[in-house]
């Protein structure tokens, strides 16, 4: 048998005063591996008032983005034995109000995701009758892109979204920003990109990277924020 | 709330523009030194005020305390929009790092002026 140690956030606003950490242990046979998750599910067997997110239970849907052990990801993929401790240390996302336990208040992150119009614009007065073709290569521009789902894992280990969440739009959404700047078939990219031309929306983003140390799906956010950096300037020059 | 009004450029590109020239400037002003120095034995003030005294020095010299000015304006508006949460400090830092690069740059432009 092994035994692991969790150290779990616990915030109930209705009865704490303030936030504290709660230890929990949990013992399985030495050849079994589980999931975060699976061990947070068992733990809530232990504990049901222990609250948090969850959803597919194979990161897909996002909802299950924690600080392990210090590092933003998802609990339903991240191995036990992966973390190389059997001390493991879980917080909220960090930077966003927490609503209880591990749950937080992803309004600011879904806010920033909506003011880069996370949609087609195309002004065309005669649409095709069945569908907007478009080539393999262009198609192929999305790619690493439209795979993000939004779990806020890049977001919420980013310091300039710590500072300014009002502003700064963040990776998560600067990403979507440039799934549709680079889409051959959205006309609206001169109107995106003004509206991300201020000293915060895309400039705050200074390439420290946390974005892509932490992406769950293996996506890059500071590659996706230089593209909108380099269509800006050469705007500007 | 934090606004835009109190960075230097006109825009998000013309700041990241203006940080890059400013920095190079400042680069190429500190090579330029840093071989002066090393290729001047002895620097005496017949030599060091000589050099001052050349009009494309005064203008280079300019330019750089110029780019002190821009960068140093920008960056710490950029750091305390960051940093600093309460409005009122944070017109406060402002205010002193402006007033004091400006003040740097005036010195500068008399100090100039004399050789
Ligand atoms: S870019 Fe990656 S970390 Fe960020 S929200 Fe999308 S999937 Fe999550
Ligand atoms: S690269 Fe940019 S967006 Fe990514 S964590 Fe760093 S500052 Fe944030
Ligand atoms: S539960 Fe859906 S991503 Fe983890």
């Keep these: 048998m092994k035994k692991y140690t969790f150290s779990i956030y616990r915030y109930n606003p209705d009865v704490d005063n303030a936030p504290h950490m709660k230890e929990y242990t949990l013992e399985m046979e030495d050849s079994q591996d589980l999931m975060v998750l699976e061990a947070l599910i068992k733990l809530k067997e232990q504990d049901p008032s222990l609250a948090f997110r969850r959803s597919c239970r194979e990161g897909v849907c996002g909802s299950d983005g924690m600080n392990i052990n210090g590092k933003n990801g998802l609990a339903c993929i991240t191995h036990l034995s992966s973390l190389k401790s059997d001390k493991i240390v879980i917080r909220p996302l960090p930077g966003l109000p927490v609503i209880r336990d591990l749950i937080v208040d992803m309004s600011q992150f879904y806010q920033q995701y909506e003011k880069i119009k996370p949609y087609l614009i195309n002004d065309d007065k005669t649409p095709p009758a069945r569908e907007r073709l478009q080539s393999p290569e262009d198609r192929a521009k999305l790619d690493g892109l439209y795979e993000c789902i939004l779990c806020a894992c890049c977001s919420t280990s980013c310091p300039s979204f710590w500072w300014n969440p009002d502003k700064f739009v963040g990776p998560a959404g600067l990403l979507h920003a440039y799934r549709f700047l680079i889409d051959s078939r959205d006309t609206a990219t001169d109107e995106r990109l003004d509206e991300l031309d201020d000293a915060f929306s895309v400039f705050r983003c200074h390439g420290i990277m946390n974005c892509v140390n932490v992406c769950p799906k293996g996506l890059n956010p500071t590659k996706a924020i230089g593209h909108i950096k380099s269509m800006l300037l050469s705007r500007a020059v | ?115």
Excluded: C, E
């Design chain 2, 1 to 115: 709330m934090v606004t835009a009004a109190a960075t230097f450029g006109r825009s998000g590109s013309h700041d990241f523009i203006l940080l890059r020239a400013s920095a190079i400037v400042m680069v190429l002003y500190s090579l330029f030194m840093a071989g002066f120095f090393l290729s001047t034995p002895d620097v005496t003030y017949q030599v060091w005020s000589g050099l001052f005294a050349n009009i494309w020095m005064k203008v280079f010299t300019m330019l750089a305390l110029s780019s002190v000015l821009i960068h140093g304006w920008i960056g710490i508006w950029q750091v305390s929009t960051d940093y600093v949460k309460a409005s009122g400090l944070r017109a406060f830092i402002q205010l002193v790092f402006s007033v004091g690069l400006i003040a740097v740059w005036l010195t500068g432009l008399f100090v100039l002026w004399g050789v």
